[in-house]
């Protein structure tokens, strides 16, 4: 197991978006963080209101967002148009290219999400697009898959071999992590013993095949799992 501290991340701050990046991300670039198999990017955003990500263009890049709170309207060029809340997971294949803006049309709160990217299996797809919701009770103590490369289970479909689940975890609850062949954890909320090690919020760790993985909540909190090829 490699733990990837929370402090030791990129950071952003442009005023109205900050920030953090667990993978060299725009101008933090650090060479023994590119990356962890086909997993490129994950930045932990927080938009202000009234701000957002205008209209810019990205191919051959698999992008997932899942929000943590607030709201995000997504707007695209193949003409999708959808708003975001916390338990939604939205899958957008670049492919070829798209054009896509991101906003937070709240006057008043705060725009908390993840931005992960995933390298494609396959280059030069049609672009598409996804969303579907993952209610709270889905995931409540147990780990729900929420994307995968033939949309299994009700996830979004992906174009790469990944399983990403999504789990809240009380504090006290005990669970194995589902096997895995490399395997990315990352907290995204709270506070959780992973093998012995505590990992808070904004900590990840990696994992080679077939290790087994242990979690205990220390905190109530909201844990990632991404099982990678």
Do not use: C
Not at 68 to 89: I, S
Not at 127 to 146: D, H, I, M, N, T
């Amino acid at each position: 197991m490699k733990i990837r501290r929370a402090n030791e991340r990129g950071y952003a701050d442009h005023g109205w978006l900050r920030s953090f990046h667990t993978f060299s991300f725009a101008n933090y670039m650090d060479r023994n963080h590119m990356g962890f198999r086909a997993l490129r990017v994950i930045n932990e955003d927080r938009v202000a209101a009234g701000h957002g990500f205008g209209t810019h263009p990205h191919r051959d890049m698999e992008i997932i967002s899942y929000v943590l709170a607030g709201e995000m309207e997504h707007k695209d060029n193949m003409g999708n148009g959808e708003v975001m809340r916390p338990g939604d997971v939205q899958r957008m294949s670049a492919g070829t290219g798209v054009l896509h803006s991101e906003f937070n049309h709240s006057a008043d709160n705060e725009l908390h999400f993840l931005q992960i990217w995933i390298e494609p299996k396959q280059l030069g797809i049609a672009p598409s697009y996804e969303q579907k919701a993952f209610p709270a009770s889905e995931r409540q103590g147990q780990w729900r898959l929420v994307a995968s490369q033939e949309g299994h289970e009700g996830s979004v479909s992906i174009n790469q071999d990944v399983n990403l689940y999504a789990g809240l975890f009380n504090a006290g609850e005990q669970v194995t992590a589902p096997p895995s062949r490399y395997a990315w954890v990352h907290v995204v909320k709270g506070e959780m013993n992973v093998n012995g090690e505590t990992l808070h919020a904004g900590d990840a760790a990696a994992f080679t095949p077939d290790e087994t993985i242990n979690l205990t909540g220390k905190q109530a909190g909201e844990v990632l799992l991404f099982d990678l090829a």
